[in-house]
């Protein structure tokens, strides 16, 4: 049980590369963390981790420690949760990333209703602007749109997501509506410069048909939130998720431009590691989030029937 516990302790420190980052998921002092690490060396009789000041790498008896290290503790795993019959409570810390805006707006309010349901589970949400590797990262689940961009990650589509153009009533007054992508051009575009995709480069789809333009505008941001204002304040044109404008697409302080032409979809998704066995907190968060956007989407829906 100790070479157990050693070796949880020495993956983690080892995912965070950062004894004072170790420490604090720890709960313990970072001068805790090295005397643990410095008695895990002694009993082996190697050293695992080369330390400075500054940083902290693997040595090459590290490395080995911790990659078979992983595949050993979640071949336990497997055969816990085989033995277990699949019935392991659902408890422990779970550790959840998302993008700022939309995790402020959907991921934090579905934690909340999370936790009482299960009160035995301990969640960290880390909210940041930019996506990040799930594989680089110590988090259990990552909340993002699209696909898996790597083959040893399993997607999860947690809800479907389409993008749509939308603009202000009182720009269209002042602008008129475009009839076709080819208009686009010749409006004011709100840009978000984020992902991938190249900047101000907007791909349209139409019963086979396949139009992409280059838009422009006085204002561009890397942030959706700003985004969203600017086009409620009448800037211009704006490309974004549906679950970012549904609001206001439903109350008419935004409305929907070229509705008959389409954008590749982006699906909410859930990432987390390709392996034999997932954690019973895991599972019942993801199957918690599967339910709640459908109930979200349900709610959107028969507000919009109201309106």
């Not at 408890?91 to 209703?113: D, Q």
């Not at 907190?281 to 109930?295: E, G, I, K, M």
Request: include cysteine; charged fraction near 25%; glycine fraction near 6%.
């Amino acid at each position: 049980m100790d070479a157990i516990s050693d070796l949880r302790f020495f993956i983690t420190v080892a995912r965070h590369n950062s004894l004072a980052r170790a420490a604090q998921d720890f709960g313990v002092t970072p001068p805790t963390v090295s005397k643990r690490l410095a008695a895990l060396e002694r009993r082996l009789g190697v050293r695992l981790m080369n330390r400075t000041t500054r940083r902290i790498s693997l040595t090459p008896e590290g490395e080995t420690y911790v990659a078979n290290g992983e595949r050993l503790l979640e071949e336990l795993n497997a055969l816990e949760h085989a033995v277990a019959g699949g019935t392991a409570a659902a408890k422990g810390l779970l550790r959840v990333h998302a993008t700022l805006g939309f995790g402020r707006r959907h991921i934090a309010p579905a934690v909340s209703r999370f936790l009482q349901a299960y009160p035995d589970i301990n969640v960290q949400l880390h909210l940041t602007h930019t996506p990040v590797n799930l594989l680089d990262a110590d988090f259990d689940v990552i909340i993002r749109f699209g696909d898996a961009p790597d083959s040893r990650m399993t997607a999860r589509t947690l809800a479907h997501n389409r993008r749509l153009l939308c603009a202000s009533p009182q720009y269209l007054r002042q602008h008129g509506q475009p009839e076709t992508p080819l208009d686009l051009p010749n409006h004011q575009c709100i840009v978000i410069r984020e992902s991938d995709e190249t900047y101000g480069a907007w791909h349209l789809f139409k019963n086979g048909q396949h139009q992409s333009v280059k838009v422009d505008g006085r204002v561009s941001s890397n942030d959706g939130e700003a985004a969203i204002q600017w086009a409620l304040d009448g800037f211009g044109i704006l490309l974004r998720s549906e679950w970012d404008i549904a609001r206001y697409l439903r109350s008419g302080r935004l409305r929907e431009v070229l509705p008959d032409w389409s954008f590749r979809p982006a699906d909410i998704v859930a990432l987390y590691p390709r392996r034999q066995y997932v954690s019973a907190r895991t599972r019942a968060f993801l199957d918690y989030l599967t339910d709640w956007f459908a109930d979200q989407r349900k709610t959107d829906s028969d507000t919009t029937l109201r309106v």
